[in-house]
């Protein structure tokens, strides 16, 4: 089974920055993997923030486009997420997925599609 480690949160003011990291190890070649963050905030339902598919197409929620940008390094398994611009409502649990395979089912961002999730790492915002 795949294992999934997040580190790199923290509390800040709004309008800083934040970046997240995710090391996988995986029972396959990490490049064959979609892998994503999702956020769940108190009383919220968890949600797709960013997307990387394993042919590196990336997709972005639309409330992050343009303060978030996530990368990722097959050849060390890690995922970052660098999350600049903050804002209170981006305070939630970060969780790191992922699943093996790529495609459409990977762009939607179902959180029900992937089956290998990180312990999380939280996120505050103060305004």
């Known amino acids: 089974a795949a294992q999934l480690e997040e580190s790199g949160g923290g509390s800040v003011e709004a309008g800083g920055s934040l970046r997240l990291s995710c090391v996988g190890s995986?029972?396959?070649?990490?490049?064959?993997?979609?892998m994503a963050w999702f956020r769940q905030a108190p009383g919220k339902e968890r949600e797709a923030v960013a997307i990387?598919?394993?042919?590196?197409?990336?997709k972005y929620a639309e409330s992050v486009k343009g303060r978030f940008t996530l990368s990722r390094d097959n050849a060390k398994n890690t995922l970052h997420l660098q999350m600049n611009s903050l804002k209170p409502e981006d305070t939630a649990m970060y969780y790191c997925?992922?699943?093996?395979?790529?495609?459409?089912?990977?762009?939607?961002?179902?959180?029900?599609?992937?089956?290998?999730w990180g312990q999380g790492t939280q996120v505050t915002v103060s305004s």
């Open positions: 995986m029972p396959n070649n990490y490049r064959l993997y979609c």
């Open positions: 990387s598919d394993s042919d590196g197409t990336i």
């Open positions: 997925a992922a699943e093996q395979g790529g495609g459409s089912w990977c762009m939607n961002g179902d959180r029900g599609d992937f089956g290998y």
